[in-house]
């Protein structure tokens, strides 16, 4: 009886045993043969029954049945287990789907053609500054030379903040100018700097109009700065970024702040040109306004606008692409 017992017992833990380290269903077929089939090692248990006494039938019939249902069990365990995994492995590693796309951000075009501006202007000489995007109307117009009550404020038609303070008012910068105020109010010359940065206006917008673009603005003061100056850095400003071959052209302008006054257009195709900026001499006045001396220092200053640098750099026809968010447009200045 006791042989019987341990017999079984080790049947058992043979099984148990074995079937942990099969992998494969056909592996794990064959150990329910070699247990479980017909002519297994249950079964053939079961067979040398007659031979067994019969008052220890009972308790030994009892013990191999419920092994066979736990083999079986086991059985049924494993056959699952290894379906699961094998489910698993094909839905981790289908090597046939593609790839997923490492999507990564790139920088704006607008900000990239800002420092490659910045870099050209850098390379002649010129430091970099930034200043506010919400102004006083003293630094926007007043110290630029541009009294309230002067028609030329039409242009820079803007965008007022809600003062609840009512000590100043406060507006979204029309233009980078008034960084040319604070500038000079903080250092003293010799001056050469650009500001790059964000303006905003009320304006209808068209293919070459924004409500909010990007200007970069330049100023030189010093003893004995001339017109001649200004044109041969411009000029050179337009090589470095256009090419060698870059024309550009002068021609009067209005600007209350400067005295003569120009804009600056390039050559983009045989006889179309692109203004770029407004440009010209540092009015006297601006220069009383923080207390440089006209008679001593003069200097020249302009602005112009990075959306339209780069429409002509990357041949762009609606300034609009650069606010729309659209992916397949950003996606080509990656
Ligand atoms: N601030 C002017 C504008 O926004 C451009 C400008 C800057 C003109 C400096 C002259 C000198 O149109």
């Not at 965008?159 to 100043?168: A, D, F, K």
């Not at 100018?177 to 303006?199: A, L």
């Not at 306004?289 to 990075?306: K, T």
């Amino acid at each position: 009886m006791d042989n019987h017992k341990s017999y079984l017992k080790t049947l058992e833990s043979n099984a148990i045993k074995s079937l942990e380290t099969l992998q494969t269903l056909e592996e794990i077929e064959n150990w329910r043969i070699e247990y479980l089939g017909r002519k297994g090692k249950l079964s053939q248990f079961f067979q040398s029954f007659k031979d067994i006494k019969n008052e220890n039938k009972n308790e030994l019939g009892t013990i191999a049945n419920d092994l066979k249902i736990s083999l079986e069990q086991y059985y049924k365990k494993k056959i699952n287990s290894i379906q699961s995994s094998k489910l698993k492995i094909n839905e981790i590693f289908d090597y046939s789907l593609p790839g997923k796309p490492n999507i990564s951000g790139s920088i704006h075009p607008t900000i990239q053609m800002m420092n490659e501006i910045c870099n050209a202007f850098s390379s002649l000489g010129f430091n970099i500054y930034e200043g506010p995007e919400i102004e006083s109307e003293e630094y926007a117009f007043d110290k630029l030379n541009i009294p309230s009550n002067h028609p030329a404020r039409d242009i820079w038609d803007t965008i007022w903040v809600e003062n609840t303070q009512e000590l100043e008012s406060l507006l979204l910068r029309p233009h980078t100018s008034p960084m040319q105020i604070r500038i000079m109010e903080k250092y003293p010359p010799p001056i050469r700097v650009v500001v790059p940065g964000k303006c905003y206006r009320y304006e209808a917008t068209d293919n070459t109009h924004e409500w909010h673009f990007h200007q970069i603005e330049g100023l030189v003061v010093d003893t004995n700065i001339n017109f001649a100056n200004m044109k041969s850095t411009l000029f050179e400003f337009a090589r470095l970024i256009f090419g060698e071959q870059t024309k550009a052209r002068f021609r009067c302008d209005f600007f209350p702040f400067v005295e003569p006054g120009a804009e600056m257009s390039v050559n983009i195709k045989d006889d179309e040109w692109l203004e770029l900026m407004g440009a010209g001499m540092v009015h006297p006045k601006v220069l009383q306004n923080v207390n440089l001396d006209p008679e001593i220092y003069s200097g020249f200053a302009f602005g112009l606008g990075i959306e339209r640098v780069a429409m002509i750099r990357f041949g762009i026809n609606n300034i609009r692409d650069f606010y729309s968010n659209d992916f397949q447009f950003l996606r080509q200045f990656n």
